[in-house]
């Protein structure tokens, strides 16, 4: 799925960037499997306290305070601010409870938001991925990698939509 993105950011000539809690930087380790990514991927974020949220990614603090941490807010807050911090064109980021300790009835072990930005865009996922500690984390990166995939393709158009675009 790497590969894809990689081909993909390369298509269109985008970069990306990522913020990570759950996932602990799996998401970035997993993008510079592909050589030549350098030129897409410049930096990413592990943010893995709400401070550092706050700090790095510009999360309200009013936001974490109401919703939490693991929460569809935090994850848009944290796509905006990714993607702002590292002037890039999309950020994927993960925010979650990998276990198997720390969950709630409300908020399970398992429970991941992934949040995609491509520019102005936004989008959420909501999952519950089974398993232990290191399966969340695993699922989490195949789900994100996923859903930057289709963030390009909605956005940027395939083939001639963005020649037409640039003006080529």
Do not use: W
């Amino acid at each position: 799925m790497e590969k894809e993105v990689a081909e993909l950011l390369q298509k269109f000539n985008l970069t990306i960037t990522t913020a990570e809690s759950c996932t602990g930087g799996l998401i970035a380790a997993t993008l510079v499997n592909v050589p030549g990514i350098s030129g897409q991927f410049q930096e990413g974020y592990i943010t893995y306290s709400n401070v550092a949220k706050e700090k790095l990614l510009k999360v309200s603090h009013k936001t974490l305070e109401c919703f939490g941490a693991v929460s569809s807010q935090t994850a848009e807050e944290m796509a905006r601010g990714a993607r702002k911090a590292a002037d890039a064109d999309i950020a994927i980021v993960s925010t979650g409870i990998a276990g198997p300790d720390g969950g709630t009835k409300e908020k399970p072990a398992g429970l991941v938001y992934l949040g995609c930005a491509y520019r102005d865009e936004v989008k959420v996922e909501r999952h519950i991925f089974t398993g232990d500690r290191q399966n969340v984390r695993t699922e989490s990166v195949r789900a994100a990698l996923a859903l930057v995939v289709r963030m390009i393709k909605q956005y940027a158009g395939e083939g001639d939509a963005y020649e037409n675009y640039c003006g080529e």
